[in-house]
């Protein structure tokens, strides 16, 4: 059988340190099949979360061969085998024991943000109507699973430690999906260029290629949003032609 | 609501990955460096720029300038005379403002030029950081006013291919229709750099990404869908295109050098 060597990092908030486990290898297997197969023979105590094995919980974030990668969704056939893989926890958030962190920054984030504030139904009986491609754009953000891979690979967060003035790429998205949504009436402009820090994010794009859920990060949720913020505070010719068209409106009816 | 990682921040370069991930930023840097090298040098040139009616994209419009094509005729009188005089500078700073604050080249630059990052989970030379959010950063807010000006250019320039569709016979000084490869060379630009500009970000908000219903606006939703069509590979349409617009103007300087023959097709 084909083996293969996993460099893991082993360690908590005090320390830690690479250790190197030799495993099998077959047709089909994950970093995570591998993970598992060291948890139960060589390291026990081997610390990791884990819970669909099908890329759809987000819990098994992880940074393989230095890649922020979801364990169970990276096969080792797509991994170069013959140099041991290296498999360490996510970055930007606080370690607790090997491969796990603590997130929790992140739901305290969004916490913050503004509820989603519909309009007063359409119908009598409390329901509203929608076009699909009204919602189309919110449904890529939908499908985020809360992986945190983006947050991870943002160099904002992970190097700059920015966690109390820049909410991050998943959060843009949410703010995003908020904003766009046909029924929202909320205002979040202010917050994502005040306290949000939209204009930290300097459109390198990490965040879009590491997403296992292929959302289009920068390109479909932040840089329209930063377009958004442009419009209220950076652009004074449009600003100007918007507040005659609002005169003009007011003076015909 | 700190969230202070346990990990001591990586050094400049430093990175856990195993591929090459510095062959992007350098590829990026090359090509983005070579071009501004050439297209400097090329616009402070003032001559060969133009060969029969073939005008290079660089210098389009000439507003002043000795060529025939000059809008408002030769060099202005009040032009200072310490200052370098060259068609190509009235002109290539609109162009030049609209690629330095596109979304897609910002990105690539900061990481190519600026190391920030040099590249995904790669560690950085700096530990301050200010983003887009202060001086001087925060100009690239205007990049829409540059996409107006560059719509307006892309007007210009098909102009000029209209324009080089025209030939004057040197022997009777009669125009005829006619088309040569440097026309082919000047269409092409022409759609190359339009589909860089039409699928700009910028546009994309404007034309329709403003909207939260697009289902009450159908017209901006088609214009909407448009421009997102052609920003799926804004990347590609932006390489192309500034390939193509230094080729363009290679093609004429060598027309006009007499290093190269135009071949007329017709
Ligand atoms: S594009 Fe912006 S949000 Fe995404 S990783 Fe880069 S800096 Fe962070
Ligand atoms: S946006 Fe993508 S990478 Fe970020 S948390 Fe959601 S699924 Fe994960
Ligand atoms: S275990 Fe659920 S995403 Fe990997
Ligand atoms: S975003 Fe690239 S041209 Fe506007």
């Keep these: 059988m084909k083996t293969a060597v996993f460099r893991i990092w082993r360690g908590n908030a005090a320390g830690g340190e690479f250790r190197d486990y030799e495993t099998g290898v077959s047709e089909g297997m994950v ?28 819990s098994c974030s992880a940074e393989v061969n230095g890649m ?5 969704m990276t ?7 013959d140099k041991p893989v290296t498999v360490e926890p996510i970055k930007a958030f606080p370690l607790l024991k090997d491969l796990i962190t603590d997130v929790s920054w992140n739901f305290r984030v969004k916490k913050k943000i503004k509820k989603f504030k519909p309009r007063p139904p359409d119908a009598p009986d409390g329901t509203w109507r929608m076009q699909q491609e009204d919602i189309d754009r919110v449904q890529e953000f939908r499908k985020c699973i809360e992986c945190f891979l983006c947050q991870d690979v943002c160099h904002v967060l992970r190097d700059h430690r920015k966690y109390d003035e820049f909410i991050g790429p998943r959060f843009l998205i949410y703010v995003a999906a908020l904003e766009m949504h046909p029924l929202d009436t909320e205002d979040r402009l202010e917050e994502l260029r005040e306290t949000q820090g939209i204009g930290y994010c300097n459109i390198t794009k990490c965040c879009t290629k590491v997403c296992p859920e292929s959302i289009h990060i920068t390109d479909n949720a932040i840089i329209p949003l930063k377009e958004r913020v442009v419009d209220d505070y950076y652009d004074p010719l449009g600003w100007l032609w918007k507040k005659m068209r609002r005169k003009k409106g007011s003076g015909g009816s | 609501m700190s969230a202070e990682s346990t990990l001591s921040r990586r050094s400049f370069g430093q990175t856990m990955r195993a591929d090459v991930w510095w062959a992007q930023p350098l590829v990026v840097f090359l090509g983005l460096g070579a071009f501004v090298v050439y297209s400097t040098w090329a616009a402070l040139q003032g001559r060969n720029y133009y060969f029969g009616p073939y005008l290079s994209p660089f210098y389009s419009p000439e507003i002043f300038g000795p060529s025939p094509h000059s809008w408002f ?10 200052l370098i005089f060259s068609p190509s500078l009235l002109v290539l700073w609109a162009p030049g403002g609209f690629r330095l604050t596109c979304y897609y080249y910002r990105g690539a630059y900061y990481k190519a030029f600026w190391a920030d990052p040099p590249a995904c989970t790669v560690g950085e030379p700096r530990s301050t950081y200010l983003g887009e959010r202060s001086f001087p950063l925060i100009m690239q ?34 125009t005829s229709f006619g088309m040569g490869v440097g026309t082919l060379v000047l269409a092409v630009n022409v759609v190359l750099l339009g589909g860089y500009t039409f699928g700009c970000h910028s546009l994309r908000h404007l034309i329709g990404g403003f ?6 606006s159908p017209a901006c939703y088609r214009g909407y869908a448009c421009v997102s069509c052609l920003n799926r590979r804004h990347m590609l349409w932006a390489w192309m295109s500034l390939f193509w617009v230094a080729f363009s103007d290679v093609y004429v300087r060598l027309c006009a050098l007499g290093a190269w023959h135009d071949l007329r097709f017709f």
């Design chain 1, 31 to 58: 970093v995570l099949d591998a993970i598992h197969h060291i948890q139960a023979t060589e390291a026990n105590d081997l610390a990791c979360r884990w819970n669909c094995k099908a890329g759809k919980c987000g």
């Design chain 1, 68 to 72: 922020p990668r979801l364990m169970c």
């Design chain 1, 75 to 81: 096969r080792l056939s797509e991994l170069p085998l």
């Design chain 2, 73 to 82: 005729g030769a060099k202005p009188v009040w032009w200072p005379a310490w």
């Design chain 2, 141 to 174: 807010n205007m990049h829409r006013y540059f996409l107006y000006l560059a719509l307006l250019f892309i007007l210009v320039l098909a102009h000029d291919v209209w324009k080089a569709l025209w030939f004057v016979d040197p022997a009777t000084g009669r």
């Design chain 2, 211 to 216: 909207l939260d219903q697009f289902s009450k």
